[in-house]
């Protein structure tokens, strides 16, 4: 016979859920939003799951659509400016305050590829 004893239960240790801010979740959205973006690689980077930001991504859109819909114009835009260098089928990606020396040694690798 197995029995329950609340006193067992109440001293398991407790996960603390994260709060995010609409702000950041927004920022992160719009990265995911860009266009070649990993949403994976993005959510590994910032220790979410990537199922949880695909489901802020979809809450995003949909409520874009929503305001689209009662004729409010909405726009997703990214968090920074990014820098895109095309060097054949390679496309790479930086923020625009990457160090210069880092992004000149990036493509350097790319070209030596």
Not at 4 to 27: N, T
Not at 30 to 54: C, K, M, N, T, Y
Not at 70 to 91: K, L, N, Q, T
């Amino acid at each position: 016979m197995i029995e329950a004893v609340a006193d067992r239960l109440e001293g398991a240790p407790r996960q603390l859920r994260r709060r995010w801010s609409d702000e950041f979740k927004s920022q992160v959205v719009a990265e995911a939003l860009e266009p070649g973006a990993s949403v994976s690689a993005i959510a590994h980077r910032i220790g979410i799951r990537p199922s949880q930001l695909f489901a802020w991504r979809r809450d995003a859109l949909d409520h874009a659509s929503s305001q689209r819909s009662a004729g409010e114009v909405a726009s997703v835009r990214p968090a920074a400016p990014v820098i895109e260098v095309v060097i054949g089928d390679i496309v790479v990606r930086a923020g625009a305050d990457v160090d210069e020396a880092h992004l000149q040694r990036v493509i350097r690798a790319v070209r030596l590829a």
